[in-house]
């Protein structure tokens, strides 16, 4: 797949290619590490474009409520 398929290209992580790939990326967006706050918003973006393209819900609004991930491993 090309870069362009991920929310995050990239790192390559959460391919957005159907709805439940969508809803996988949604789940584990707070999992991704390495990301910039740039990169994450970016992430959002393609996340909440490929969410109205697959009929997907999606609640959040910032992507701030979808979290980074904890300092603690």
Do not use: C
């Not at 909440?48 to 980074?68: H, P, Y």
Request: proline share 5%; aromatic share 8%.
């Amino acid at each position: 797949m090309p870069d362009s398929a991920y929310a995050f290209p990239r790192l390559r992580k959460e391919p957005l290619s159907d709805a439940s790939h969508v809803r996988n990326a949604i789940s584990r967006f707070d999992q991704v590490k390495d990301a910039s706050d740039a990169e994450r918003r970016e992430a959002f973006d393609r996340i909440r474009k490929a969410a109205r393209k697959f009929d997907v819900e999606m609640t959040a609004e910032r992507w701030q409520d979808l979290g980074k991930p904890s300092s603690k491993s």
